[in-house]
T-cell receptor, first 117, second 118 residues
Framework: GENVEQHPSTLSVQEGDSAVIKCTYS??????FPWYKQELGKRPQLIID?????GEKKDQRIAVTLNKTAKHFSLHITETQPEDSAVYFC????????????????FGQGTILTVHP | GAVVSQHPSWVICKSGTSVKIECRSL??????MFWYRQFPKQSLMLMAT?????????EQGVEKDKFLINHASLTLSTLTVTSAHPEDSSFYIC??????????????FGDGTRLSIL
């Protein structure tokens, strides 16, 4: 099955700095890669996602890049703010072709991001 | 936006009790819902995939007789933790994916249920 590795496990930055979180995946059939933000005791919230036919996607201060050949993708947050502090999870999924793995998300281990004012 | 409602949000009960958790998609239909378990400071681990009108698909190592899943309609899936014991204490989260349009829709998560077994 799919295996997703996420690094770093903790990340501490100063307000205004950029933060980068990296993930690698093992299954070349994975074609959908969402990123979730989870605050303590709350639901994971989708912040951005990317599909395998795209190399980069940006939404205001957040961007995601995907390298299919190397099987890794990264989350970039620019101009970080204290409210960006949370746990961030990457995930990988197969959304084509049916089969038992269809639609299942495999999550990375999570990154605790702390933005200091 | 797509809203998933999960109930209850917090349960405390005695060992041996069975606990039912509901997951509802409020403004969309979901043929597939997913149940996750999350331990403190850890990632989400998929327990099972809930399929409307058919049996759930369980991940390796998850006891299907322990965690009963029913997906009787396009908007409701339930997870029942049978004869719960302290080691079943955890944060349980469901997610659902809109069936329209096509299959490439993101998963939306419920608020989770914190289960504490005494």
């Amino acid at each position: 099955g799919e295996n997703v590795e996420q690094h770093p496990s903790t990340l501490s930055v100063q307000e205004g700095d950029s933060a980068v979180i990296k993930c690698t995946y093992s299954d070349s059939a994975s074609n959908y890669f969402p990123w979730y933000k989870q605050e303590l005791g709350k639901r994971p919230q989708l912040i951005i996602d990317i599909r395998s036919n795209v190399g980069e996607k940006k939404d205001q201060r957040i961007a995601v890049t995907l390298n299919k050949t190397a099987k890794h993708f990264s989350l970039h947050i620019t101009e970080t703010q204290p409210e960006d502090s949370a746990v961030y999870f990457c995930a990988a999924s197969i959304t084509q072709g049916g089969g038992t793995s269809y639609g299942k998300l495999t999550f990375g281990q999570g990154t605790i991001l702390t933005v200091h004012p | 936006g797509a809203v998933v409602s999960q109930h209850p949000s917090w349960v405390i009960c005695k060992s041996g009790t069975s606990v039912k958790i509901e997951c509802r998609s409020l403004d969309f239909q979901a043929t597939t819902m997913f149940w996750y378990r999350q331990f403190p400071k850890q990632s989400l681990m998929l327990m099972a995939t809930s399929n409307e009108g058919s049996k759930a698909t369980y991940e390796q190592g998850v006891e299907k007789d322990k965690f009963l899943i029913n997906h009787a309609s396009l908007t409701l899936s339930t997870l029942t933790v049978t004869s719960a014991h302290p080691e079943d204490s955890s944060f349980y989260i469901c997610s659902a994916r809109d069936i329209f349009p096509g299959g490439n829709q993101p998963q939306h998560f419920g608020d989770g249920t914190r289960l504490s077994i005494l």
